[in-house]
């Protein structure tokens, strides 16, 4: 990682915006049913407060879109992450204005400050530069630890930057970046990585430059359909995205000629709907009802699958084999995630649904890394440049 880390720069008696990624799944009371994200942030959050900073904490909550909504108040996150550090949590109403100002200028070193929801501001999301600056106004210093949003050039993920320095990157930002920056240019061979999910279309630039550096690509899920309908098979009613089969058809091509091993499914999960189906049966690839849908893939896949991941020295997994939030349609997504869990390589979780598949099968804590993010991970594994990394301050 070519950016400022924490560990690079002098913080004591600092006034340190820290911007996090709280953004937590809530119930419809507003209770927080997975509090990972916060716990991800706590070694930066706990590396300032130890040093002597004053933590001003920073992050958006939910889609308010620009207004203030009372569903989308941090309260209940500040208490959890009062629970979770030990220390005390001041939360202030608001993420600008006098009131900021104040509260911040009363902090004392080790302190922790959280702000208002960032999202009850359109100049957030608009990355408006005075919105950025009035954020910026308390602070001496900018510090990004939000990987799963650092693919958003928002005010405060980037905008900030402009009136922060240094701004540099917190130690959740800095071992997404280097974990999965390694695996990417510097891989242990083979390098294995797996693909799955609903939609071609999502990941159209991940397996363009995937195919490029990896020795095995694996596809499953919803997209695995198109990639069988440009071999000439039929798949029912599966899910298909109809302008993606020349695309599925060159990449097919692409990895012949680059030596890549591109395993598709041998057999799936087939059944008339995905909600309370009736009789679910498992056909090869060439043998899909013209009524019925592939759900998930099949033993044999699974076998096929497992025997290629377990030779592999490094893997990468983003989506899901089938729709494993089904109980008839798990096995394929849970049986690859037990193949990855008991692999001695490293194994890298791309965020989103891969991610909640293995804290589901309780599995996340044998992983090497999973990441906090799908849409950055996605287009970090694309190879694009992250606006919330670019704008960090190089070392």
Known sequence: MNKLSINDIEVKGKRVLVRVDFNVPVDEEGRITDDRRIRAALPTIENLSRRGARVILV????????????????????????????????????????EVKSRVAGLSDGALLLLENVRFHQGEEANDPEFAKELAAPAEIFVNDAFGTAHRAHASTAGVAAYLQPAAAGLLLEKELSVMGKALTSPERPFVAILGGAKV???????????????????????????????????????????????????????????????LPFDVVVADRIK???????????????????????????????AEIEKARTVIWNGPMGVFEEPQFVNGTKSIAAVLAASAGTTIIGGGDSAAAVEQFGLA??????????????????????????????K
């Not at 013209?290 to 699974?302: F, K, N, S, Y």
């Not at 992983?367 to 990394?389: D, Q, R």
């Open 59 to 98: 992050s958006h909550f939910g889609r308010p879109k620009g207004v203030v909504n009372p569903k989308y108040k941090m309260d209940n996150i500040a208490r959890r992450l009062g629970e979770l550090s030990g220390k005390e949590v001041v939360k202030v109403d608001d993420s600008i204005g006098a």
């Open 276 to 306: 309370d189906p009736g009789v679910c049966r498992v056909v090869p690839v060439d043998s899909i009802p013209a009524d019925r849908q592939g759900l998930d893939i099949g033993p044999e896949t699974v076998k096929k699958y497992a």
């Open 365 to 394: 804590d044998r992983m090497t890394h999973i990441s906090t993010g799908g849409g950055a991970s996605l287009e970090f594994l694309e190879g694009k440049e992250l606006p919330g990394v670019a704008a960090l301050t190089d």
């Open 201 to 263: 279309a999502d990941k159209l630039g991940v397996i363009t430059n995937l195919l490029e550096k990896v020795d095995s690509l694996i596809i499953g899920g919803g997209m695995a359909y198109t990639f069988l309908k440009a071999k000439g098979l039929e798949v029912g009613q599966s899910l298909l995205d109809a302008e993606r089969v020349d695309f599925a058809r060159e990449k097919i091509a692409a990895a012949e000629s680059r030596g890549v091993k591109l395993l």
